[in-house]
Nanobody, 121 residues
Framework: QVQLVESGGGLVQPGGSLRLSCAAS????????MGWYRQGPGNKRELVAT???????NYADSVQGRFTISTDNAKKTVYLQMNSLKPEDTAVYYC???????????????WGQGTLVTVSS
C-alpha cells in the first residue's frame, strides 16, 4: 500500500513564504511523478505543480515564478516552496503521486489527505 504524508501547511501573511513536504511510503516499482494540487473555498481541485522522475516540471500560470517544486528521490519526497504568497493561494493543498506497482506493473494514482495553507493578515 502506498501512502503520502504531507506537512508544512499553516497560516502566513501576504508576501510570506511556506514550504510543503510530502513523503511517499510503501512498496512500489517506480515513482513516475509527484505533484501538488489545491482546492480553495468554493473551488474545484486544481493543479499547482508537478515534477516527473526525469525532473520535468509543470506549473499553473497563477503560481509560475512564485512557487518551486523539487524532489529528493532517495527520500521519495516532494517539496513545494511557496514565495510571495497571496490571499488567493489560500486552499487545502493535496500531494499527488503516480507509481508503477510491482503487481502487474500497473499504474496507480495516490492522494495525500491535504494540508491547509491560509494566507491572511
Amino acid at each position: 500500500q502506498v501512502q503520502l504524508v504531507e506537512s508544512g501547511g499553516g497560516l502566513v501573511q501576504p508576501g510570506g513564504s511556506l514550504r510543503l513536504s510530502c513523503a511517499a511510503s510503501g512498496s512500489f516499482f517506480r515513482l513516475t511523478s509527484m505533484g501538488w494540487y489545491r482546492q480553495g473555498p468554493g473551488n474545484k481541485r486544481e493543479l499547482v505543480a508537478t515534477i516527473t522522475d526525469s525532473l520535468s516540471t509543470n506549473y499553473a500560470d497563477s503560481v509560475q515564478g512564485r512557487f518551486t517544486i523539487s524532489t529528493d528521490n532517495a527520500k521519495k519526497t516532494v517539496y513545494l516552496q511557496m514565495n510571495s504568497l497571496k490571499p488567493e493561494d489560500t486552499a487545502v493543498y493535496y500531494c499527488n503521486a503516480r507509481v508503477i506497482q510491482w503487481a502487474g506493473y500497473r499504474s496507480l494514482e495516490v492522494w495525500g489527505q491535504g494540508t491547509l495553507v491560509t494566507v491572511s493578515s
